[in-house]
């Protein structure tokens, strides 16, 4: 029953007795009250904008204050997004080989795990070589371990961080220094890029607190610089550590080519500086914290292997596939936000409540499991290594300092008894005041497990010397402990972890082959597609961006240094290299500690700079090429040949007049007229019927292939009925009437009733006045749909007199001759712009066409014709896409690029002219990439809202025109600068040469060449001007010379 449009409504009212409780029939009489409230659950439709009801109806639980409501569908203010619904009935009855979309997806992903846990494997077996505190070569440790130093040396992450020579340092101390310490190990390969190498070195003086180091290397190998972070050195006995910051290269051709720095220590203010917190921060994060870039980066001595993290990604992946899958294309049920204004500008959200919530929805989904994994893998202790059978015969060093444990042992199976060097003792050193350690150790010959970090029962930060039971030989042992390391779980935590990263990614794949079944195969791969693009935007372009930003907003909070939480990974074990047997994998040109002499250093450097130079030139000319490809493939990617011979049918059509009347021919009113109805109407109307009767077909021309997708319209612009213009006394008697030229300020925009002796009595034209399409009533132009246009005798708005014809040929030859008989053109008409809208749909090209005929108040006609040709729907919209991205990505590179270069040399920058080329293509591309997103904007408003008007496609051709004309000189401009950088060209370079060398005798040619012919063009204009069009005015004389200059003139003029 509808309640609100009924007038009289019966409602009945009945009591049920109640039998259950009825104790006994007797008759009561009671008087009661009966209150009857009329409830409705309503929401206000948006579209509809009125108030509904359906879907929702009122609930038991109301009552007189209260009213619930049940409502089956979701609008803004629900708090919970379903998901897709998965009907299992059909998908189990859904073949999987016509649509096999999320199968290959699964499959993809689980291809890409296993190559990547191979590739994984063998950067963790690699990495094993890399951690540890390392003994130098040829270097025995003190017996007094209040002598003894770990030192960390940091590399930085960068490209081509790593050296390839040999680092020395020397120790400064309140008390003494120490003597020069080669940092070297044959058994592995140093201070590459991202690595943390340990050494543990004694001195044979105490040094007392450090003050600063010196640190140097010798140049050597085949790439020697070197970018050091810092340096870490710490005092064995007392566990104080020394932070000397760095961050400098060590290289000749980078900073200021110095190869040696002394570093002082560190002070609180230097190491919780906003620079090295931040650098720290986002090293720390990017390589160890971030689950995807950790695979490349990872430390070494982080017990969380890549394969564990592969693992992560794996389940990270599966679990976003589902999460995507299960909410895809519920979020464009909802309608778009509510616009929102701010200081008087409004502007559309990109993002919905509904699509906040289900972004919280998923995240509440992944976060959990994904946390959890990565969780028990990060906090898993080693797994104890199996007890051997075989007992120790040789004593052996144990290093447990702060974070690391180094264990350098022999064990019976590795040496031989006539190998076996007899033990050293405090008298009989092998080196003065070195521990007893067998004099073999350090030679390459014995299979040692060298500096391998292993767990320990003893407290960590000790130093022992440890002799088994029954070995000879003295006993001592010095222990110095320090704070014990963070929470750990215990080893079986990683085997949980991997059952559970298993288990999610099963579940999530299992699902998503379902989702994508019960999709079917259209919308499987849209959301294939999607979530591709989604996932490589997110992880290529938002996760760096949103990692900075996440280390800049911790380091802004917090403020303090950070603290290394690596733990030492699980022992070595039996299926592990020893590392002794691995081969020296950098050779180097010189052996020592020595640093360089300036001769030699100088003569490398210079070779070095001229390398540097010409990588430099040739990856910027690379670069740049890619970028001027990028260009070429934009601009010509969205055109197409056929514009020109559209252009020319258009012309042959219209503009020329096959079998009528050309639209140059156009002298008067009576021959536009003449034009319109011999030339424009019959060829951009459809031919009546072989029985006389019209046809109601769409416009098009002759050629059955260009259609007219809106009437025609004329737009006449006027000026006043009043001039003010002053006539000599002497000529009163000829004429008492004047007429000024055309100007915005003596514009007509009066409104008339059917003539222009009639003037309306209100002038006022409102959007939805029917009588604002009247010919007689002005039609004020909005400036955003297009521009001013700039003729011979006047600039004209957007705004004037429109008269629009017909779809039929008759009819639009009744208005014509209509016009023609009230005199819609007279004396003050100026201009009258033809626009018409052509569409060819065999080459799916648009052409904004305007044809205009300027009446100057000497009586002569002037006519011009512009078309511009474009296409609104591109069928490579994706590959047009991606090069949008990649030229915005070129531009930002270029600006920073340019915005470093201005901030290092700020003078030197602005005085070069190749800086300000640069300047005005950063400018021009980003400028270019503006418009080519506004003329797209407007193009799709177009495509959406179905809007034919003249208008509409007149602003969209403004703005594509404005673009191309922008990026022809981009494409200009680029490539007169890639001539430049393939100056390391011969036949470039002669060319650069010439240029420069007859730069001053050109410029000074030109002035007296342009003195010259400003003499001619001058006299010229003033003997030729009143007779020859060609020189009527000066700039037209210059043209002219110009031609003629290029044997381009007419004999007959």
Request: charged letters at 20%; one cysteine or more.
């Amino acid at each position: 029953m509808d309640y609100q449009n009924s007038t009289n409504t019966s409602y009945f009212l009945y009591i049920l007795h109640d039998t259950k409780n009825a104790i006994s029939r007797v008759t009561v009489t009671s008087k009661f009250t009966v209150s009857i409230l009329e409830t409705a659950c309503v929401y206000f439709g948006e579209e509809s904008q009125q108030w509904q009801s359906d879907g929702c109806k009122v609930g038991p639980l109301s009552n007189t204050t209260h009213i619930h409501c049940q409502c089956d569908h979701l609008t803004k203010f629900a708090g919970f997004v379903p998901p897709n619904p998965l009907r299992f009935d059909k998908v189990f009855s859904a073949s999987i080989a016509d649509n096999p979309v999320g199968l290959i997806a699964v499959l993809a992903v689980f291809g890409l795990f296993v190559t990547g846990c191979l590739l994984a494997r063998k950067a963790d077996r690699a990495d094993l070589q890399k951690v540890g505190v390392t003994i130098p070569a040829g270097l025995q440790l003190n017996s007094d371990t209040n002598k003894h130093y770990v030192i960390t040396i940091y590399t930085g992450y960068r490209a081509g961080a790593g050296t390839t020579a040999q680092v020395s340092i020397v120790l400064f101390g309140f008390l003494d220094e120490s003597e020069p310490l080669h940092l070297c190990d044959d058994r592995r390969v140093l201070f590459e890029s991202g690595s943390e190498d340990s050494f543990l070195v004694s001195t044979d003086r105490r040094l007392g607190p450090l003050t600063h180091v010196h640190i140097w290397h010798n140049n050597a190998g085949f790439s020697p610089g070197w970018f050091l972070s810092r340096i870490v050195v710490k005092h064995v006995r007392s566990g104080r550590q020394e932070y000397f910051i760095c961050n400098k290269w060590l290289a000749l051709e980078e900073d200021d080519g110095r190869i040696n720095r002394m570093i002082f220590v560190a002070s609180p203010e230097e190491m919780a500086s906003l620079s090295n917190l931040i650098i720290d921060r986002v090293s720390k994060d990017a390589n160890d914290g971030h689950l995807y870039y950790s695979m490349i980066g990872r430390p070494a001595r982080s017990s969380f292997t890549r394969v564990q993290r592969l693992t992560c990604c794996m389940c990270t992946v599966y679990c976003a596939m589902v999460t995507n899958i299960m909410f895809f294309g519920q979020g464009d049920k909802f309608d778009p936000p509510e616009p929102v204004r701010f200081m008087g500008v409004e502007f559309q959200l990109p993002i919905s409540l509904p699509e906040i919530m289900i972004g919280v929805q998923s995240a509440a989904m992944i976060l959990p499991v994904t946390s959890a994994i990565v969780f028990l893998y990060r906090n898993a202790s080693p797994r104890p290594p199996k007890a051997s059978p075989k007992a120790l015969t040789e004593p052996h060093v144990v290093y447990r300092g702060g974070r690391t444990s180094t264990t350098v042992s022999h064990q019976a199976t590795d040496i031989t008894p006539d190998d076996r060097p007899p033990v050293s003792t405090p008298s009989d050193p092998v080196r003065a005041g070195a521990v007893a350690l067998p004099s073999g150790l350090t030679e390459r010959r014995h299979a040692v497990r060298h500096l391998r970090q292993t767990p320990s029962e003893t407290e960590p930060g000790a130093i022992e010397l440890v002799i088994p039971e029954g070995s000879s030989g003295s006993s001592k042992t010095d222990a110095y402990k320090e704070p014990k390391n963070g929470f750990k779980l215990p080893w079986w935590a990683s085997r949980i972890a991997g059952a559970l990263a298993w288990s999610a990614s099963f579940v999530a794949a299992f699902f998503i082959v379902l989702y994508s079944l019960s999709f079917g195969r259209a919308k499987a791969e849209a959301w294939l597609v999607t979530f591709m693009t989604s996932f490589t935007t997110d992880l290529f372009l938002l996760q760096p961006v949103k990692l900075m930003a996440a280390a800049v907003g911790v380091v802004l909070v917090l403020r303090k240094p950070m603290n290394d939480d690596d733990l030492p990974p699980a022992a070595t074990t039996d299926d592990e290299e020893y590392l002794d047997t691995v081969p020296q994998q950098i050779p180097s040109e010189r052996k020592g500690t020595e640093l360089p002499g300036d001769d030699v250093l100088a003569e490398d450097r210079a070779r070095r700079l001229r390398k540097k130079k010409v990588r430099g030139a040739l990856k910027e000319t690379l670069l740049y090429g890619m970028f001027v490809c990028v260009l070429l493939l934009t601009s010509y990617g969205e055109r197409s040949s056929l514009a020109y011979h559209m252009n020319q049918a258009v012309r042959g059509f219209v503009v020329d007049g096959s079998g009528g009347t050309a639209f140059s021919e156009i002298s008067n009113v009576t021959s536009f007229w003449q034009w319109v109805d011999t030339t424009l109407i019959p060829a951009t109307h459809s031919p009546p019927w072989y029985n006389r009767q019209a046809s109601n077909h769409s416009l098009h021309l002759p050629d059955h292939m260009t259609h007219v997708i809106a009437p025609l319209r004329f737009r006449q612009v006027r000026t006043r009925q009043e001039q003010q213009c002053t006539i000599p006394d002497t000529m009163l008697s000829v004429s008492a009437r004047c007429l000024d030229g055309f100007s915005v300020l003596n514009a007509d925009t009066s409104n008339y009733n059917g003539s222009w002796d009639a003037p309306a009595k209100s002038n006022r034209t409102f959007p939805d006045d029917t009588t604002a399409q009247s010919p007689w009533h002005y039609a004020y132009g909005n400036i955003a749909d297009g521009f001013a246009r700039v003729g011979k005798h006047g600039t004209y708005d957007t705004g004037g007199y429109v008269a629009t014809l017909n779809w039929t040929l008759d009819r639009s030859i009744e208005i014509s001759t209509d016009l023609q008989t009230k005199n819609w053109l007279d004396v003050k008409t100026r201009a009258v712009f033809l626009e018409m809208t052509l569409y060819n749909p065999h080459a799916n090209l648009f052409s904004a066409v305007v044809m205009v005929t300027e009446f100057s108040i000497t009586g002569v006609v002037s006519t011009a014709t512009e078309m511009t040709t474009f296409r609104l729907h591109h069928g490579d919209q994706v590959t047009l896409l991606v090069l949008r991205v990649a030229m915005a990505l070129f531009v930002l590179y270029y600006l920073i690029k340019a915005v470093m270069n201005f901030s290092t040399r700020p003078l030197e920058y602005l005085t070069e002219a190749w800086s300000w080329l640069e300047i005005f293509i950063i400018f021009s591309a980003s400028t270019t990439l503006g418009l080519y997103f506004r003329a797209q904007g407007v193009m799709d408003d177009i495509t959406g809202h179905g809007d034919h008007v003249f208008e509409s496609y007149h602003q969209a051709a403004t703005w594509y025109q404005m673009y191309t004309y922008l990026l022809s000189f981009l494409i200009c401009c680029s490539f007169i600068k890639l001539i430049r950088l393939l100056r390391f060209n011969n036949h470039v370079n002669a060319l650069m040469y010439t240029m420069t060398k007859t730069a001053k005798p050109l410029f000074n040619f030109l002035i007296m060449a342009s003195i010259i012919l400003t003499a001619f063009a001058l006299a010229a204009n003033l003997t030729l001007g009143l007779n020859l069009k060609e020189y009527s005015t000066l700039l037209a004389t210059y043209e002219n010379l110009f031609s003629m200059m290029l044997g381009s003139f007419s004999l007959q003029s």
